[in-house]
T-cell receptor, first 114, second 108 residues
């Protein structure tokens, strides 16, 4: 089954404790991205990747890192989480960028930073 | 920058029609989308319309695009309890821009 998976689905952590949210897709997509969803703000893009070893900042990249060492995986790294990073995070992928192709979304990761 | 606005909440009775509205500022979009997010789930593409179209109908869903007023709407006919969700409009330019989301609540 074609899908985008994220782990964990729920995470509660404390300020400053490094964490990684994994994202994996099995559709051989080149483009992958991370969004955060906050009430009243919709979805905002954090980082995206056009292909292996090619990443770029989205609209709200501060406090986040990403890597793309393999085509199927695109982990989101929070080196020192803060409470303002409490949010619902979505990973998405598509064959090429959103300017050309439909994006497929993962189920989301709800992160709480205390 | 781009600005995409939606009303936050909509409450309708089961069997009635729902109309979810979206206004935007950027007119360079090629595709305009409606996504549905059910509780605890990711976003699911419901329907889309090309920017050169005014209307698209897909079973119970009707999308209307008024380019002059920069207004996009989604009409759901015969709304069911299973339609309760958050609905996002989105626009494709060089990236995907999402609206703020409308929570639709359907009551019996």
């Amino acid at each position: 089954e074609a899908q985008v998976t994220q782990n964990p689905r729920y995470l509660i952590t404390v300020t400053g404790k490094k964490l990684t949210v994994t994202c994996s897709q099995n559709m051989n997509h080149e483009y992958m991205s991370w969004y955060r969803q906050d009430p009243g703000l919709g979805l905002r893009q954090i980082y995206y990747s056009m292909n292996v070893e090619v990443t770029d900042k989205g609209d709200v990249p501060e406090g986040y890192k990403v890597s793309r060492k393999e085509k199927r995986n695109f982990p989101l790294i929070l080196e020192s989480p803060s409470p303002n990073q409490t949010s619902l995070y979505f990973c998405a992928s598509s064959f090429s960028g959103p300017a050309r192709d439909e994006q497929y979304f993962g189920p989301g990761t709800r992160l709480t930073v205390t | 920058g781009e600005d995409v606005e939606q009303s936050l909440f909509l409450s309708v009775r089961e069997g009635d029609s729902s109309v979810i509205n979206c206004t935007y500022t950027d007119s360079s979009s090629t595709y305009l989308y409606w996504y549905k997010q059910e509780p605890g789930a990711g976003l699911q593409l419901l329907t889309y319309i090309f920017s050169n179209m005014d209307m698209k109908q897909d079973q119970r869903l009707t999308v209307l695009l008024n380019k002059k007023d920069k207004h996009l709407s989604l009409r759901i006919a015969d709304t069911q309890t299973g339609d309760s969700a958050i609905y996002f409009c989105a626009f494709r330019t060089d990236k995907l821009i999402f609206g703020t989301g409308t929570r639709l609540q359907v009551f019996p």
